[in-house]
């Protein structure tokens, strides 16, 4: 397995890999931004393929197994002091938002995920060994993520790895289509 910095030409894996984490919670605002006529997978690889922004490939490493992408970690630095939420905000988002806040000064992990074929092969675990080099080597003692009450698998291997459960809040759907019921803030303090 190899573990690599993306670049710009995998835009196309970060848009699925986002996507996937957050259970269609980017395409379902990317469609939203473009509006009907928009290309929603276009919107998105621009997102990924910009040098700064949350979803920046800046923010992306992946693993491959065999030459092949296999499994993503999008993170970054968390704001020392969060910043109120604006009331604008789309009452999705707002959540997150919050529980985003209770982390702050954390490395945040805002997606580890697998493609199908590459699931049970180790992948989450090195990119999750990943994130701890990188927190320390940006002076952050502690790592901080959001999982879906539904993602059971991910917690199981957060809950391994010595991720605590800190909080959690209401999913708000909206017209988003989701089993999820509640999102759940973890985090990690490193030793």
Known sequence: MLIRKAQAKDAAHLVRFINMAAD????????????PEGDPIAYGMERAARETGSFSFNSAWLAEVDGA?????????????PSPIAPDTPPVFVPLLEL????PGSWYLNVLAT???FRGKGCGS???A???????ADGRKTISLITADTHHDAQRLYAAKGYVEIARRPVVKGDWQVDASEWILM???LA
């Open 24 to 35: 269609d919670l980017p395409m379902h605002f990317w469609r939203k931004s473009v509006g």
């Open 69 to 81: 992408v296999a499994a993503c970690l999008l993170g970054y630095p968390a704001e020392d002091e």
């Open 100 to 103: 985003e806040a209770l982390a």
């Open 115 to 117: 493609y199908d074929a």
């Open 126 to 128: 090195a990119l999750l």
């Open 130 to 136: 990943e994130a701890e080099a990188i927190t320390r």
């Open 187 to 189: 985090i990690k303090t």
